[in-house]
């Protein structure tokens, strides 16, 4: 690792950056208080409606609904579903993939029935699967993710406790609030673990923020309980689905703990490769730990972008360690 890195980093470790003094306005994670009721067949058709009249957001895509994992213990292996209402009962399969969708049944929407699965509701985290035709193994397009943001709220797959947070109805209900503003909610889950995401939009790329990766990086065990990503944590992330200087068709690249390092990774050098020689040399760092023993290091330094009057702008070293507190690889948001 060359010099002026070191120095950069060791600067802005002293003056305090590494400890989050100068941290983004915090983003609001909606989190469960307890079990919430089996989904609503009415809501998961709205979702289906919504996904039609929205079609031009992703024209060729297909829309699934997906289950997740939501507890360290949940097996999502042999699950089934059933739609459920007063008279009706109706078999729901269930892909290998963990993926399913709904038919419309009169009765069922009659009956105000509800989706109904065998492992209890509490376990599972629900998503709308968007997926366009085309898009290259590793990317995701934002057109698909806009559109899931919108069916997944319209199809009721957040819920909260009335009783206790009421105040929170409309981020969970309104996908305007939700999907189309920066303080949106919505995460999403990449397949395995993430180290970065890049987004590419005809020649014009850049970096996710850090701030968009592990549910913003705010959780904590004693929060990790009531929020979907509690066993992925490590795959979660938001997208700038406000952001239409993005068109639809940006891709975002998915860069996992598990590749090599890549051509925007830096090399750390051999006496800065442990947590021990990283913390001797540049302070203490905002850390993320996850259940897989691995964890992210983050340090900030004085970014070279202007910045708004009377704000201060930073940029990110960010540091993956193996479960044996070795670096695997690094990146800088900003080159030095």
């Known amino acids: 690792m060359r010099k002026l890195v070191q120095a950069w980093l060791l600067a802005a470790a002293l003056a305090g950056a590494a400890h989050g003094q100068d941290a ?8 469960a208080t307890r079990d919430p009721v089996d989904k609503s067949y009415r809501k998961m058709v709205a979702g289906m409606q919504r996904f039609e009249r929205e079609h031009a957001l992703a024209p060729q895509a297909t829309l699934r609904f997906e289950l997740l994992p939501r507890l360290p213990t949940t097996r999502l292996a042999g699950i089934t579903l059933r739609v459920a209402g007063d008279t009706v009962s109706l078999p729901v399969p269930v892909a290998p993939d963990h993926t399913f969708t709904l038919e419309l049944n009169a009765q069922a ?44 709220v319209q199809a009721g797959l957040l819920s909260n ?6 105040w929170l109805g409309e981020l969970l209900t309104d996908a305007e609030r939700v999907c189309a503003t920066p303080q949106g909610n919505y995460l999403f889950f990449s397949e395995r673990p993430l180290f970065a995401i890049t ?75 442990s947590t021990q ?60």
């Open 109 to 152: 929407l009659k009956e105000d029935a509800a989706l109904v699965a065998s492992s209890k509701t509490s376990t599972l985290t629900w998503r709308a699967r968007v997926r366009s035709p085309g898009v290259p193994a590793g990317m995701r397009r934002l057109g698909d993710l806009r559109l899931e943001c919108r069916v997944g």
């Open 161 to 166: 406790n009335d009783q206790l947070f009421a």
């Open 199 to 273: 987004l590419h939009d005809g020649a014009r790329s850049a970096a996710l923020p850090f701030d968009l990766l592990y549910a913003g990086g705010t959780q904590t065990p004693a929060t990790l309980p009531f929020c979907d990503c509690q066993v992925l944590l490590d795959r979660s992330f938001y997208a700038p689905l406000w952001d239409h200087g993005w068109s639809d068709d940006t891709l975002l690249e998915l860069s996992y703990q598990d590749d090599p390092p890549g051509a925007a990774d830096i090399a750390v050098a051999a006496d800065h490769r």
């Open 24 to 31: 983004a306005p915090p983003r609001v994670t909606v989190m």
């Open 277 to 336: 020689q990283m913390r001797a040399a540049l302070g203490p760092a905002s850390v993320i730990r996850f259940d897989s023993g691995y964890q992210l290091w983050r340090y900030r330094y004085p970014s070279l972008r202007p910045a708004k009057e009377g704000e201060a702008q930073y940029a990110d070293f960010v540091i993956l360690f193996g479960p044996d507190g070795m670096a695997r690889k690094a990146r800088l948001s900003e080159r030095l």
